[in-house]
Protein backbone atom coordinates (compact mmCIF):
# COMPACT_ATOMS: atom_id res chain seq x y z
CA UNK A 1 0.00 0.00 0.00
CA UNK A 2 1.31 3.50 -0.63
CA UNK A 3 1.50 6.45 1.72
CA UNK A 4 -1.62 8.08 1.14
CA UNK A 5 -4.20 5.41 0.65
CA UNK A 6 -6.37 5.59 3.86
CA UNK A 7 -6.59 9.07 3.54
CA UNK A 8 -8.40 8.54 -0.07
CA UNK A 9 -10.22 5.95 0.87
CA UNK A 10 -11.60 8.23 3.83
CA UNK A 11 -12.76 10.80 1.10
CA UNK A 12 -14.72 7.89 -1.22
CA UNK A 13 -16.11 7.32 2.22
CA UNK A 14 -17.34 10.77 2.27
CA UNK A 15 -18.62 10.72 -1.01
CA UNK A 16 -20.47 7.32 -0.60
CA UNK A 17 -22.32 9.43 2.26
CA UNK A 18 -23.84 11.72 -0.78
CA UNK A 19 -25.80 8.32 -2.46
CA UNK A 20 -29.40 8.49 -1.14
CA UNK A 21 -29.44 4.64 -2.33
CA UNK A 22 -31.39 3.18 0.61
CA UNK A 23 -29.39 -0.15 0.57
CA UNK A 24 -25.67 0.25 -0.43
CA UNK A 25 -23.93 3.48 -0.92
CA UNK A 26 -20.42 3.80 -2.20
CA UNK A 27 -18.23 6.53 -3.41
CA UNK A 28 -15.39 6.63 -5.27
CA UNK A 29 -12.56 9.39 -5.45
CA UNK A 30 -10.34 10.04 -8.49
CA UNK A 31 -6.84 11.08 -7.22
CA UNK A 32 -3.92 12.31 -8.82
CA UNK A 33 0.13 13.35 -8.23
CA UNK A 34 -1.84 16.51 -6.13
CA UNK A 35 -4.63 14.41 -4.45
CA UNK A 36 -8.31 13.92 -5.18
CA UNK A 37 -9.65 15.88 -8.10
CA UNK A 38 -12.74 14.12 -8.71
CA UNK A 39 -15.32 12.40 -7.00
CA UNK A 40 -18.48 9.56 -7.50
CA UNK A 41 -20.89 7.94 -5.76
CA UNK A 42 -23.56 5.39 -6.91
CA UNK A 43 -26.80 7.43 -8.22
CA UNK A 44 -29.10 7.99 -10.91
CA UNK A 45 -28.90 11.14 -13.51
CA UNK A 46 -30.81 13.79 -11.96
CA UNK A 47 -33.13 14.70 -15.01
CA UNK A 48 -34.75 10.97 -14.54
CA UNK A 49 -35.84 10.95 -11.14
CA UNK A 50 -35.50 13.15 -7.86
CA UNK A 51 -35.41 10.37 -5.75
CA UNK A 52 -33.40 7.23 -6.18
CA UNK A 53 -35.56 5.66 -3.38
CA UNK A 54 -38.97 5.73 -5.78
CA UNK A 55 -37.85 3.45 -7.97
CA UNK A 56 -37.86 -0.28 -7.85
CA UNK A 57 -34.99 -2.49 -7.37
CA UNK A 58 -35.65 -4.01 -11.63
CA UNK A 59 -35.28 -0.40 -12.76
CA UNK A 60 -32.97 1.39 -10.59
CA UNK A 61 -30.20 -2.03 -11.63
CA UNK A 62 -30.60 -0.74 -15.67
CA UNK A 63 -30.39 2.88 -14.93
CA UNK A 64 -27.91 3.79 -11.84
CA UNK A 65 -24.83 4.99 -11.94
CA UNK A 66 -21.80 3.21 -9.99
CA UNK A 67 -19.48 5.02 -8.14
CA UNK A 68 -16.33 4.13 -10.18
CA UNK A 69 -18.19 5.06 -13.15
CA UNK A 70 -19.73 8.21 -12.22
CA UNK A 71 -16.07 9.71 -11.29
CA UNK A 72 -15.03 8.87 -14.64
CA UNK A 73 -18.31 10.47 -16.08
CA UNK A 74 -17.84 13.99 -14.16
CA UNK A 75 -14.13 14.18 -14.79
CA UNK A 76 -14.92 14.21 -18.30
CA UNK A 77 -17.41 16.55 -18.06
CA UNK A 78 -15.13 19.08 -16.74
CA UNK A 79 -12.42 17.75 -19.04
CA UNK A 80 -10.36 16.06 -16.25
CA UNK A 81 -7.68 13.52 -17.30
CA UNK A 82 -8.14 10.34 -16.21
CA UNK A 83 -5.15 8.82 -17.98
CA UNK A 84 -2.27 7.25 -15.58
CA UNK A 85 -4.30 8.28 -12.41
CA UNK A 86 -5.63 6.18 -9.52
CA UNK A 87 -9.40 5.41 -8.60
CA UNK A 88 -10.42 4.56 -4.88
CA UNK A 89 -14.00 3.06 -4.02
CA UNK A 90 -15.08 1.86 -1.18
CA UNK A 91 -16.59 -1.17 -3.01
CA UNK A 92 -14.63 -2.34 -6.06
CA UNK A 93 -16.04 -3.33 -9.09
CA UNK A 94 -18.12 -4.60 -10.75
CA UNK A 95 -17.06 -6.12 -14.83
CA UNK A 96 -18.73 -3.00 -16.08
CA UNK A 97 -17.14 -0.32 -14.22
CA UNK A 98 -13.74 -2.77 -14.30
CA UNK A 99 -14.17 -2.25 -18.42
CA UNK A 100 -14.61 1.49 -17.58
CA UNK A 101 -11.71 1.80 -15.17
CA UNK A 102 -9.78 0.13 -17.78
CA UNK A 103 -10.71 2.23 -20.49
CA UNK A 104 -10.07 5.86 -19.23
CA UNK A 105 -6.60 4.89 -18.74
CA UNK A 106 -6.55 4.36 -14.79
CA UNK A 107 -3.53 2.13 -13.66
CA UNK A 108 -4.25 1.58 -9.84
CA UNK A 109 -7.84 0.76 -8.57
CA UNK A 110 -7.62 0.57 -4.61
CA UNK A 111 -10.46 -0.95 -2.70
CA UNK A 112 -11.44 -1.36 0.99
CA UNK A 113 -11.29 -4.66 2.36
CA UNK A 114 -14.38 -5.09 4.16
CA UNK A 115 -16.15 -4.56 1.44
CA UNK A 116 -14.74 -6.93 -0.09
CA UNK A 117 -15.40 -9.60 2.83
CA UNK A 118 -18.65 -8.51 3.33
CA UNK A 119 -19.72 -8.59 -0.41
CA UNK A 120 -23.52 -10.00 -0.65
CA UNK A 121 -23.78 -12.82 -2.23
CA UNK A 122 -25.40 -11.90 -4.93
CA UNK A 123 -22.82 -10.16 -5.54
CA UNK A 124 -19.59 -12.42 -5.23
CA UNK A 125 -19.69 -13.33 -9.08
CA UNK A 126 -19.70 -10.12 -10.39
CA UNK A 127 -16.91 -8.90 -8.16
CA UNK A 128 -14.90 -11.68 -8.59
CA UNK A 129 -14.91 -11.18 -12.52
CA UNK A 130 -14.58 -7.22 -11.82
CA UNK A 131 -11.46 -7.56 -9.82
CA UNK A 132 -10.29 -10.15 -12.63
CA UNK A 133 -10.58 -7.55 -15.76
CA UNK A 134 -9.23 -5.08 -13.83
CA UNK A 135 -5.77 -6.79 -13.49
CA UNK A 136 -6.15 -8.35 -17.31
CA UNK A 137 -6.69 -4.79 -18.28
CA UNK A 138 -3.12 -3.81 -16.30
CA UNK A 139 -4.87 -2.34 -13.91
CA UNK A 140 -3.27 -2.80 -10.29
CA UNK A 141 -5.66 -3.77 -7.75
CA UNK A 142 -4.65 -3.04 -3.95
CA UNK A 143 -7.40 -3.62 -0.81
CA UNK A 144 -7.10 -1.43 2.18
CA UNK A 145 -6.88 -2.75 5.11
CA UNK A 146 -6.65 0.34 7.66
CA UNK A 147 -10.23 2.08 9.29
CA UNK A 148 -10.80 4.95 8.03
CA UNK A 149 -13.51 6.19 10.20
CA UNK A 150 -16.42 6.72 8.46
CA UNK A 151 -19.70 4.82 8.83
CA UNK A 152 -21.17 3.82 4.62
CA UNK A 153 -24.90 2.08 4.28
CA UNK A 154 -23.89 -1.36 2.31
CA UNK A 155 -25.95 -4.06 1.72
CA UNK A 156 -28.75 -2.55 4.23
CA UNK A 157 -26.22 -2.79 7.21
CA UNK A 158 -23.89 0.45 8.56
CA UNK A 159 -20.94 -0.49 8.53
CA UNK A 160 -17.80 1.35 9.87
CA UNK A 161 -14.91 1.52 6.99
ZN1 LIG B 1 -19.92 -0.92 -11.02
Known amino acids: MQGRDAEYMKAACMAATFSKDPVTRVGSVLVDGA ?15 SDIRSISRFEKQSIVIHAERDAILRAARFA ?35 CLTLTP ?33 FNGKKVLL
Open 35 to 49: GVFERGYNNIPDYLY
Open 80 to 114: KKTMGHTIYSTWLACPRCAVDIIQSGIKRAVGHRR
Open 121 to 153: KRWTGQIGQGVQILRKGGVRVDWLEEDCGVEIL
